[in-house]
């Protein structure tokens, strides 16, 4: 028997959809926006203050600063302006953050185009590593995926990452957001996967075939429809299984 009472549940919050407090009483976890894709301070020590009053453990969801396409295309910049973006994404939250000394920042996980970017491309996986590294937090990523080996090799800690809410394709790549069977809205399935994920390493794809994965957190996008919901009636399941 699973105990699945401790397992970590992440979202991304803070990202203006108003529902980070619906979303936080079931999350063990979660990534905030911190100026790149979405957010400023003031949505920043909002999103703060909730995960504080919630116990929920504080990440940075640092991304390509780019609020126009919300972090989902990949930008055209050098290296140098896109760390010394990720560099002032991180002071947002860590300023923030100081002001609470019972607070502290947990982990770090990319964002959207360069959260996918990173997982099979080396040289934006090197940076974003290169990074994190002065952060001395883990990292939220896939298993097996290029940022994650990177790291690891170079000390950092990887909490390997399952989306419960997203289609895979056998590669263990995300089905793409383009196509009509990209989400995965069951709940009652998305409890089956966590249970195959944590027995088996298992994960079915759309197709039926079987890809090989490893979790030490389960995701839940704050922007996926009835999300607070889908939460809900999960995090429920989990505490009666």
Known sequence: MINLKNIDINSDLGEGLGNDADLMPHLSSCNIACGGHFGDLSSIKETVLIAKDYNVKIGAHPSYPDKLNFGRE?????????????????????????????????????????????????????????????????????????????????????LNEVFLDRNYNVDGSLVSRKLKNAMFLDVDLMLERIISVLKRNELKTPTGELVFLKADTFCIHGDTENSSSLLKTLKNNMLTY
């Open 74 to 158: 990949e930008l055209d910049i050098s290296d140098n302006e896109l760390i010394d973006s990720l560099k002032s994404q991180l002071s947002n939250i860590l300023e923030v953050i100081s002001e609470d000394s019972s607070l502290k920042l947990n982990h770090i996980k990319a964002h959207g185009a360069l959260y996918n970017k990173s997982l099979s491309d080396f040289r934006t996986a090197k940076l974003f590593v290169d990074f994190v590294t002065p952060y001395d937090v883990p990292i939220y990523a896939p298993y097996n995926s290029l940022v994650a080996k990177i790291a690891e090799s170079n000390g950092v800690k990887v």
